[in-house]
């Protein structure tokens, strides 16, 4: 898994995977999912820290685990 903020532009992508996407799917105006033949190849958050998107922060329960 690979993560990258540009801040000039305020994009998150989190890439998961080198497989070639092959369908976008959009879950609003600001998030698209990319899909590979096997799953989420990625994912792209426009205007992240806008939307308190970014940074990302781990909820309690997770950062006990």
């Known amino acids: 898994m690979k993560m990258q903020y540009d801040e000039a532009d305020d994009i998150l992508v ?16 600001n998030v698209n999912v990319g899909m590979t033949k096997n799953g989420v190849g990625e994912i792209v ?21």
Request: glycine share 6%; charged share 30%.
């Open 14 to 29: 989190i890439e998961f995977n080198h497989e070639k996407i092959i369908r976008d799917v959009s879950l609003g105006w």
């Open 45 to 65: 958050v426009l205007d992240a820290k806008a939307a308190g998107l970014f940074p990302l922060e781990l909820s309690k329960e997770l950062k006990a685990a």
